[in-house]
């Protein structure tokens, strides 16, 4: 009766492609044509920028809590650009990135964030799901989607988002067990930003790294440099190859940093330091990007200030558009709408009693 | 005696029982470090230090089961889920686990935990953080749960959770923690788990509520006085369960009138136990129909309307008005 060890069949990859300075390895880099680099440049830009306006329109009591997905648009952007837009896609709660590239209007996210549930509508044709905040549950759903589309035989893969945080959750480890146990095609996105609230990465888990918990699972498990789109977008495009082949999920961790707060909920300074956010700081993946489409003659200083302009333009127009949409959402009794597909006499009851009350006040 | 608002005295109630007694424990997410995503916590790590204070990852099954644990094994585990529409995570441990372990071994075994929880709506938060489901956990044979409205109960309820021998989901609403500051003697001041107060007396109508609505209800019951001259008495419950229905008897056999007033769903809501038990123990006293004053049996709108969902000043006045005049 030995003891010996047990070979595990996989071990845990790290992948970066570009360096500080945004300069490629040229073996690894992914040589993504150049629509789709632009395409990705100003989805990162514009959700940054949006970021930031929504950041004030908060201060502002315009809109009220949301995550901001400052620092993190590298690992959303390189990731969703690799797969096909008619793939499923579930996000968690700070995928801004991922919903401007998807097709969401600016109007329809300032509009949840403002408060009105018309902002969970997914747009026509989009195979989104809506934001969902209890962390990591919506993997479980996707494993769901993942598996019909597989007895369909519809060549589309699942993309989700979670966070570091996630990776404590039984959901992860129930949705990733599934996923491998019925091969589907599942490619999790886990973005590390370091941070879950005020709990640090190395106090969520001591595991030196969250890909190596996909091992556990008998599934592929790689770690990316997550403010380098170009290495997300090649780890992503190999996931979705094996996922369309029949070969099985994969999880790739994106290392990557939360470069403002948890939510406008939220005070970091009460538990990290501001050395810690400059350094990340330096890693932003934006002007890394764009000094590699620089260099690759991509895209110009000044195609980046008429682009600047345009986006400011663009965010500004969707706030008067969404406050003009506002102004005939007042109405409260859409409360009773989308519970169930026929509204039972209970609930109508409920609603009239509502309306009636209302009636009586306003005279 | 300080002047405190409803987070601070939950601060010093925890403070002080931890100081008196080192099997008192605090674990949850952002507890430690952050002191709690309301403050509700703050201070506690540094005075008490890690292993007291625990930030745990982010696991609500575990945080509610590693309490049981800790539990039974003879420390006093006070644990916060950030907020009971994430309590879900964890209604296993809470059903299968704490509410049954002295059950199921025939006392070999109890277990002296709290579990706090914020709830309720009102502040503009995020979809999963406004709901009032006190009903899952009411319904729930083996906990107890207790909701204060205020700092002064708050404080004093969650010494006597935490000295219970059996676990108290402790819910406190949200809406609260910084809406007004109380005197809260410096010394110790428990409040009875299954005892409700008169917050206010009145010989007309009875108005029976709790957590964030006694506020409201109070509010409401000042306008009756000055707008219809009626008198109510407001009986603010504090236990949801066990639910003491001795006070609401007492009061409703003298006014014969009676508003329940809550925020979470009307469908099988804490409103139908009570008018349940009025039923039972004071039918030949009523002079009309109950009146409820609740949440709609809809999923709380996201915070641009969720004003009209919970109940107000206005539809509380108005639901005691055709209590009155029915
Ligand atoms: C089940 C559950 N528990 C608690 C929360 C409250 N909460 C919201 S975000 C968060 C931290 C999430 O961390 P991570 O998964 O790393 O994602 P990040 O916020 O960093 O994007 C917590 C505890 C929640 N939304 N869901
Ligand atoms: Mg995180």
Redesign the interface.
Request: cysteine-free; overall charge negative.
């Given at each position: 009766m030995p003891r010996k060890k047990v070979r595990l069949e996989h071990a845990v990859e790290y992948l970066s492609i570009l360096d500080k300075q945004g300069k490629p390895d040229k073996d690894l880099d992914p040589k993504i044509d150049k629509d789709t680099l632009l395409r990705m440049h100003r989805t990162m830009l514009l959700s940054r920028r949006f970021d930031e306006y929504q950041l004030r329109w908060q201060k502002q009591g315009r809109i009220g809590t949301f995550a901001p997905a400052k620092g993190q648009e590298a690992s959303q952007i390189g990731s969703i650009a690799a797969v096909e837009d008619d793939d499923w896609m579930v996000p968690s709660f700070r995928e801004t990135s991922v919903a401007l590239w998807r097709g969401t209007p600016m109007t329809g996210l300032l509009l949840y964030n403002a408060g009105y549930n018309e902002g969970g509508q997914i747009p026509e044709g989009q195979n989104d799901l809506p934001i969902s905040i209890p962390v990591a549950s919506q993997m479980n759903e996707a494993v769901g989607i993942a598996y019909a589309m597989k007895m369909q035989k519809k060549d589309r893969l699942v993309m989700s988002y979670f966070g570091d945080g996630a990776t404590s959750e039984g959901d992860f480890h129930e949705a990733l067990n599934f996923a491998q146990a019925f091969k589907t095609p599942n490619v999790f996105i886990c973005q590390n930003n370091q941070w879950a609230i005020s709990v640090p990465r190395e106090q969520q888990t001591p595991s030196k790294t969250l890909a190596q918990k996909a091992l556990a699972y008998g599934m592929p498990g790689i770690q990316v440099d997550g403010n380098d789109p170009l290495a997300v977008y090649a780890a992503t495009r190999e996931a979705a190859e094996r996922a369309r082949k029949g070969d099985g999920p994969t999880l790739i961790e994106c290392i990557t940093y939360r470069l403002s707060v948890h939510t406008t909920a939220d005070d970091p300074g009460k538990y990290r330091d501001e050395e810690e956010e400059e350094h990340w700081q330096e890693w932003d993946p934006i002007p890394r990007f764009q000094h590699y489409l620089n260099n690759h003659k991509v895209l110009r200083k000044k195609d980046i200030e008429a682009l600047e302009k345009e986006i400011d333009e663009e965010v500004k127009s969707a706030w008067d558009e969404a406050e003009e949409q506002m102004k005939s959402l007042d109405d409260p009794l859409v409360m009773f709408d989308h519970l169930f597909e026929e509204r039972p006499a209970y609930l109508e009851e409920q609603r009239q009693a509502m309306k009636q009350y209302r009636e009586d006040r306003n005279g | 005696m300080a002047e405190l608002n409803m987070a601070e005295a939950i601060n010093l109630a925890l403070r002080q029982e931890m100081e008196k007694d080192d099997s008192v424990y605090v674990l949850g997410?952002?507890v430690?470090?952050?002191?709690g995503?309301f403050r509700v916590t703050d201070g506690l790590l540094k005075q008490f230090g890690e292993d007291r204070v625990m930030?745990t990852?982010?696991?609500?099954?575990?945080i509610v089961g590693m309490s049981v644990g800790m539990a039974m094994a003879g420390l006093k585990p006070v644990c916060e889920l950030q907020f009971s529409?994430?309590s879900y995570?964890a209604f296993h441990q809470l059903e299968g686990q704490a509410a049954r372990m002295r059950w199921r071994s025939r006392s070999s075994y109890h277990v002296p935990m709290v579990c706090r929880i914020p709830y309720g709506g009102g502040v503009?938060?995020?979809?999963?953080?406004s709901e009032s489901r006190e009903t899952y956990y009411a319904h729930t044979p083996g906990l107890k749960v207790v909701i204060p409205s205020g700092p002064r109960n708050a404080r004093a309820l969650l010494l006597s959770a935490i000295r219970d021998p059996d676990p108290v989901i402790f819910l406190e609403p949200k809406a609260m923690y910084r809406a007004f500051r109380e005197e809260v003697p410096d010394e110790e001041e428990t409040q009875p788990i299954g005892e409700s107060q008169v917050a206010r007396k009145g010989d007309d109508l009875t108005m029976i509520t709790y957590g964030a609505m006694t506020q409201h209800t109070l509010e409401a019951a000042d306008k009756l006085s000055d707008e219809d001259g009626i008198e109510a008495e407001v009986i603010d419950l504090l236990s949801v369960s066990p639910l003491d229905d001795k006070k609401f008897t007492e009061s409703v056999r003298k006014t014969g009138r009676v508003v329940v007033v809550h925020e979470a769903h009307?469908?099988f809501g804490p409103g139908a136990e009570i008018i349940s038990r009025i039923n039972e123990k004071s039918f030949y006293y009523l002079e009309a129909p109950v009146q409820r004053v609740t949440g709609?049996?809809?999923?709380?709108?996201?915070?641009?309307?969720?004003?009209?969902?919970i109940p107000d000043v206005?539809?509380i006045v108005?639901g005691a008005r055709q209590a009155m005049n029915d």
């Open positions: - | 997410e952002d430690g470090v952050d002191g995503v930030d990852p982010l696991a609500e099954a575990a529409g994430f995570f503009r938060a995020l979809e999963h953080h009307r469908s709609y049996d809809v999923i709380i709108p996201y915070f641009a309307r969720e004003k009209a969902y206005d539809r108005a």
